[in-house]
């Protein structure tokens, strides 16, 4: 048996998130019938992230073990044959038979995209939150100064988490905007269940003018899911990148 590691980017609008649920269609139910169906085996996945519903990815990463004599790198284009347009292995790889994409040391890097005008914008809709009221952008990334660094972000995570602790470290949290869309761009050791979204939801009342960037300090310091904002919906957001901080192959 080998352990094949996929690199997995996919439109999430279709599908009720990442892991198998009775309530409709994911995409590791997805993937398990396509790669079961080029093995012949009955493969089962084991993703990174469990991403939720409506929520994309461009760096998803799952392993799965096989028997089978596909090499290794050509497994990606090989299950891409018989995959749905909305899910793309973009790289496969043989990995030592004990690794695990969870329980390796990463960095892991998410986008979430702000359409900022008046009108919604069709073509967009599937892949951006749009705010039509104006945002400063520049009290925007004043809160989100407060946040990088290691803190307990209970405030900033479903009151349903089933995580032993809430504290994490956020690397960087980079606010861009281009023309009428405003990307938040934020990378971490670990993020909690709806963090990225809830803290998209406060940065967004910053930007308003509904909250200053002090206040914002005041949220992450009163560890209640209460005071901070609104979770922002699930489409404007992408798991754009892992980043393993050794090679799996070493």
Sequence with gaps: MRRIKLTVSYDGTAYCGWQIQPNGVTVEEVLNRALSRLTGETVRVTGASRTDAGVHARGNVAVFDTASAIPPERVAYAVNAVLPEDIVAVESQEVPPDWHPRYQNSVKTYEYRILNREMP???????????????????????????VGEHDFRSFCSVHTGAKTTVRKICALDIVKSEDLITLRISGNGFLYNMVRIIAGTLVEAGRRARTPEEVREILEARERGRAGATAPPQGLVLADIRYLYSPDE
């Excluded at 951006?128 to 407060?146: I, K, Y």
């Design 121 to 147: 914008d069709p073509l967009r809709r599937r892949d951006s939150w749009h705010v039509s009221f104006p945002l400063d952008v520049d009290r925007m990334r004043a809160a989100a100064a407060c946040l």
